[in-house]
């Protein structure tokens, strides 16, 4: 069974709304990572984290909360979503080194 | 800033024929990883390399930390081995564990 489980899996909000995308990982890994994936862009980190209650910022946080309440679950918050926000969001955890990705959660902000 | 450059952006193969993907680096790089992102959106790990080379069936790959660059080489290309290739470095003036992607090669095979 998969190892790195999304939800929701597509998520339609408006402008102003207030998004919780929720990732949960069996494998065991002390890391976890939140990714947006955008044409052209490859993906870019937005948060990610070492443990429960650990929380390092990645390369595009703005506008993006994140936490990490166990070593399973680590969830990402959108508090005022924005049209800009509009991605393709990827989970993603590690042990050490390779990284092991969810099936993606594709959010649209009208 | 730091930034994670591949080539080619898009590539078409017929069948049973070979080709190699490449990533260049513009700082010292730690490590490299391999994804494979099919129709469906799946991203699969394909290569970690910290050095050298690895194999697995008709896919190998190469880091070269000194010249900056890694590549990966598929055998007798398959329709099955559609997709977008991913690499990923962690840089070394980044933070363990932490990946900067390039933006990707999109292969189609074609009978």
């Known amino acids: 069974e998969a190892a790195v489980t999304q939800s929701p899996r597509n998520k339609v909000t408006v402008t102003g709304g207030n998004v919780t995308l929720s990732c949960r990982q069996t494998n065991s890994h002390n890391y976890m990572y939140w990714y947006r994936q955008d044409t052209g862009h490859g993906l870019r980190l937005i948060h990610y984290s070492y443990g429960a209650g650990n929380l390092q910022i990645g390369d595009v946080p703005d506008g993006y909360k994140a936490t990490r309440t166990t070593q399973e679950d680590f969830f990402l918050l959108l508090e005022l979503a924005s049209p800009s926000q509009t991605s393709l969001y990827f989970c993603?955890?590690?042990?050490?080194?390779?990284?092991?990705f969810g099936p993606g959660t594709r959010l649209t902000v009208l | 800033g730091d930034q994670v450059e591949q080539s080619p952006s898009a590539l078409s193969l017929h069948e049973g024929t070979s080709s190699a993907l490449r990533c260049n680096f513009t700082?010292?790089?730690?490590?490299v990883q391999w994804f494979r992102q099919n129709s469906r959106g799946s991203l699969i790990n394909l290569f970690y390399l910290a050095s050298g080379t690895k194999e697995n069936g008709r896919l190998k790959s190469a880091f070269d930390s000194k010249e900056l660059y890694s590549t990966l080489h598929i055998r007798d290309a398959q329709l099955e081995d559609s997709g977008t290739y991913f690499c990923a470095a962690e840089m070394l003036s980044g933070s363990f564990n932490k990946l900067t992607f390039g933006a990707g090669t999109r292969l189609a095979v074609c009978p």
């Open positions: 700082t010292t790089t730690r490590s």
């Open positions: 993603a955890s590690s042990h050490f080194y390779e990284q092991y």
